[in-house]
């Protein structure tokens, strides 16, 4: 049980928090901070926000787990990818804060992200 159920989703969670802190905190960071300044906002980075993104990466990866049971490898990979980054997109957007011209590097880097959680979670079930 452990080695088919709890490590493709540990191994896959640790992907997507790296992934994920690569991402925001070396190639997108100056971005996020320009445009919560130009909101007026402070952009969150305290401890806790890395935590939550941590559940986040978590929760995508039993998604990806739970649905690599039920659907085709590219059905899983597709389905986490809408599930996991376009709903937060949509979120972010209609609260006002996410900066559109990052989706220009954000999309590709997070099929890719979702591309390769996957392919853990198959790999290693």
Do not use: C
């Not at 978590?58 to 599930?83: D, E, G, M, P, Y």
């Not at 804060?97 to 290693?124: D, G, H, M, N, R």
């Amino acid at each position: 049980m452990i080695k088919t159920k709890i490590l493709p989703v540990i191994y896959a969670t640790i992907w997507i928090s790296l992934s994920e802190f690569f991402r925001n905190e070396f190639l997108f960071k100056s971005i996020w901070l320009d445009h919560f300044s130009h909101l007026g906002l402070t952009f969150p980075s305290e401890p806790i926000n890395g935590a939550v993104w941590g559940v986040w990466s978590l929760l995508l990866a039993v998604s990806i787990f739970f649905l690599s049971n039920h659907l085709k490898w590219i059905q899983t990979f597709l389905f986490s990818w809408f599930v996991g980054f376009v709903l937060m997109w949509v979120v972010t957007w209609n609260l006002g804060v996410l900066p559109l011209a990052i989706l220009l590097y954000a999309i590709p880097l997070s099929i890719f992200e979702t591309y390769i959680a996957t392919l853990i979670v198959f790999k290693t079930k």
